[in-house]
């Protein structure tokens, strides 16, 4: 009967130990928001320790080829809008399709801070694969390096004429400033009389 009672205790002081992990865990997350610039800057040394380790280790080409297509899949998920204008008819905000249409802005399908934990996430997992040795597939790498080019060419070419089609930019940079009107020299003279 000890018995019982004393795994009920170990199992419930695991699940406590589990659920502040994860409440600490979910605080520094949040922190970590407004700061994408350190973020980023995160992830790019992450991704360098995993590319120098696999390059010492010249093996674990198959780990690194999935992570290539996770990120790419990532990625059009980042650039392409939440709703595909193709693929569905809303009656909220939508992308322009013509000049006349009026300005809405650009909803991304994977918002950047879910961008970046994915990415992160990915390149922790495939860290962790290259400890054990049962991931360490032989092949012959520039096959793998030369097919995953030509996949990010032909998608990336898609999203881009995608793009162009419809008339979106994923990106912007900083916040648009209002400069007031300019006047060309000949207007200046007229509007002052």
Same mark, same amino acid.
């Given at each position: ?28 997350? *949040? ?6 610039? =350190?973020?980023? &800057?995160? /992830?790019? #040394? ?37 709703? *595909? ?6 009656? =909220?905000?939508? &992308?322009? /399709?013509? #000049? ?94």
């Amino acid at each position: 009967m000890e018995g019982v009672s004393g795994d009920a205790g170990d199992s419930s002081s695991i699940a406590k130990w589990r659920s502040e992990f994860w409440k600490t865990f979910q605080h520094y997350l *949040d922190r970590s928001t407004p700061h994408s610039l =350190g973020r980023w &800057l995160g /992830t790019a #040394g992450l991704a360098s320790i995993y590319s120098l380790r696999v390059y010492y280790l010249q093996g674990f080409y198959i780990v690194t080829y999935g992570l290539g297509i996770y990120l790419l899949n990532l990625l059009i998920g980042f650039l392409s809008p939440k709703v *595909d204008p193709e693929l569905e008819v809303m009656d =909220g905000p939508s &992308l322009p /399709t013509r #000049g006349s249409d009026e300005f809405k802005p650009f909803m991304r399908r994977l918002p950047e801070f879910k961008f970046w934990y994915s990415i992160t996430k990915a390149f922790c997992v495939a860290f962790v694969m290259t400890f054990f040795s049962m991931f360490d597939v032989p092949v012959f790498w520039p096959i793998l390096l030369f097919y995953w080019i030509v996949l990010f060419v032909l998608t990336m070419k898609r999203q881009i004429v995608h793009m162009i089609k419809y008339k979106y930019v994923p990106f912007s940079i900083g916040k648009q400033k209002y400069t007031g009107k300019r006047y060309s020299s000949g207007s200046s003279s007229s509007s002052r009389d």
